[in-house]
């Protein structure tokens, strides 16, 4: 059904304060020549060209509301009826595949900096998973917007009667939900699979105007942009956190007592995407002793002979503090005193007030390229052991993890993983260590080689990796990845993998997925899979380990497990 919102009867003001829960690139529309720019930055954020301030575009919100509401909902037509659609090549012209005009108006929205900070500039970089280092040339400067960041956005909807509010704004409601943060929700700006882009809605304020009324056409009408901007931000004050509560105000306020009921209770519709998600709690520690689970348990083939060893209960076993250092230029306080420090990122600590502080972080591009390069190993191993070639492990691998785009095709590989935030450590305490270089001939210290560096000792965060359309296979091999990170974690995080730095160790594990029917999630503890062979969470994971060696086997062969 076509709908005209060209002539509005309702029409409704939204008002919503977006935080930015961690560092966010929203990039320029066009490039900035470096003489123009007056700086070595390669990327700069989109601006306003008339006052310079950082701002999210219009374009840009209203582009991720739609791709929410289309994930969620799986139904075009829906999506068409809210954002408008536009004309078809094969129907052009009025009707159902014509075009139709957005029903949803949003303002390009300008960014509040925390107090006391600045734009940032960061150093961004290409990890090579293989190694865990910065692939030679693949490092660049660009400018972020810290978190604590703040964007007071404005959306208009308009309602053409009222016999269509109910239906619009349960849509508006469905399409807002990714900006909850729960979820994997909405992300800003580049690089969100590598935990950028994390952003919350604290506040909604709505108004509600009958444009069918003389009086109430000339109220909205005769107020200038300005005046009806600074009135939303104004309403944001004490306003709710979530758009059903604020809508339901409003409604019922207005007499619409049954509308609000009709949203409130479609509000709540199945979300259609599967997904799973793995939550981690990473100690940056190691165990006295290897932890080794039982044969029965599910195991990658690199350590089968360890598998007749004895179960251990990781909870009886505390693990051991280890060091890390995720390398960033010294604290203005410390430049004189170390050469390298960990890295401290601002941290959001109550979104509802913006209030920042800075805290040590785990990482974010290392800390993927840390799970991509040990679900490399291990498919690479079983796909060896089962006989299977090359590329069909390569290739399986590439589709969950990304790889470089290819240079005869140039088709992308986007990773269906995602890292949904960069996860700052809790506890621990910074450590101030001198590293020596000894002469290999002589054994004694070498000229000029004396660096000092403030590490991070000890401490754990919470991780959380999403995953789009998942099958038993990539579930199999997350089990799997987890199995390394709770035993023997063989790869590190960060710098002075050599001497002992970056050892993580995996101390709770869930991973949970979600069918999209409508169901309830169904949630495994890898940890008690792998520790408890005979229980059914370790049934679920073999079956999951199964279907990996199936999808990794030759073709017409099953092989044996991994």
């Known amino acids: 059904m076509s709908t005209d919102h060209t002539r509005p009867g309702l029409l409704w003001e939204v008002a919503v304060r977006l935080c930015l829960l961690s560092d966010t690139h ?8 470096r003489h123009a720019a007056e700086s070595d930055v390669d990327l700069h954020v989109d601006r306003d060209p008339r006052t310079g301030v950082p701002r999210l575009r219009a374009t840009t919100l209203a582009g991720l509301l739609r791709h929410e509401l289309a994930e969620r909902t799986g139904d075009p037509r829906r999506v068409r009826e809210l954002f408008g659609a ?19 108006d949003v303002d390009d929205a300008a960014a509040e900096l925390p107090e006391d900070t600045t734009l940032a500039v960061r150093v961004g970089t290409r990890v090579d998973p293989a190694g865990g280092t910065v692939r030679p040339g693949r490092l660049w400067q660009w400018e972020v917007l810290p978190a604590g960041t703040v964007f007071t956005a404005h ?18 409601v469905l399409a807002a939900g990714g900006l909850a943060g729960e979820g994997p929700g909405i992300r800003v700006g580049g690089r969100t699979g590598r935990g950028y882009g994390a952003v919350r809605a604290t506040h909604w304020a709505v108004e ?8 109430a056409w000339f109220a909205y009408h005769a107020r200038t942009w300005s005046e009806r901007w600074e009135r939303g931000a104004d309403a944001l004050g004490d ?7 604020a809508l339901d105000v409003r409604l019922r306020a207005e007499g619409r007592a049954a509308t609000a009921a009709h949203v409130a209770a479609r509000a709540d519709l199945c979300d259609h995407r ?11 520690a190691e165990q006295p002793a290897p932890a080794v689970p039982s044969a029965r348990g599910p195991r990658p083939e690199d350590d089968r002979r360890r598998a007749s060893a004895p179960p251990a209960d990781p909870s009886s076993r505390e693990p051991r503090p280890g060091l890390l250092m995720v390398g960033d230029v010294p604290a203005p306080e410390r430049l004189g005193a170390v050469d390298r420090a960990h890295r401290h990122r601002p941290v959001v600590s109550d ?11 785990l990482g974010d591009t290392a800390l993927f390229a840390l799970f991509k390069r040990i679900a490399g190993r291990l498919a690479r191993d079983a796909a060896e052991h089962l006989g299977a070639e090359e590329p069909r492990w390569r290739g399986w691998h590439a589709h969950w993890w990304g790889a470089d785009t290819d240079p005869g095709t140039a088709v992308p590989h986007p990773s269906r993983v995602r890292l949904r935030s960069a996860p700052h450590l809790r506890g621990g305490a910074p450590l101030t260590t001198t590293r020596l270089t000894v002469d290999a001939l002589f054994g004694d210290a070498v000229d000029g080689r004396l660096f000092t560096t403030d590490l991070h000792c000890g401490g754990s965060g919470e991780v959380v990796l999403d995953v789009r359309e998942p099958d038993d296979a990539v579930l199999g091999l997350l089990a799997l990845v987890v199995r390394e990170l709770a035993t023997v974690p063989f790869d590190t995080l960060g710098a002075g993998a050599g001497s002992g730095n970056g050892r993580l160790t995996a101390t709770r594990a869930a991973l949970t997925t979600h069918a999209g029917d409508g169901g309830p999630p169904h949630r495994v503890d890898l940890l008690t899979a792998l520790f408890d062979p005979a229980g059914g969470e370790a049934a679920t994971a073999r079956g999951w380990v199964s279907a990996l060696r199936a999808r990794l086997a030759p073709e017409g062969g099953a092989g044996e497990g991994p």
Do not use: I, N
């Not at 929203?26 to 020549?33: E, F, R, Y």
């Not at 509600?208 to 009086?215: A, G």
């Open 26 to 33: 929203v990039g320029a529309a066009q490039a900035v020549p």
């Open 208 to 215: 509600r105007h009958d444009l069918t009324d003389e009086h």
């Open 239 to 245: 306003a709710p956190a979530d758009l059903s509560t």
């Open 155 to 172: 959306l208009r909807l308009r309602v053409p009667s009222p016999a269509d509010e109910a239906r619009l704004l349960t849509l508006l």
């Open 351 to 361: 979104p509802d007030k913006a209030s920042v502080r800075l805290a040590p972080v």
């Open 274 to 284: 599967r997904r799973a998600e793995l939550h981690l709690t990473l100690a940056v």
């Open 86 to 104: 536009a004309e078809s090549r094969s129907a052009p012209g009025p009707g159902p595949d014509g075009p139709l005009t957005s029903a949803l």
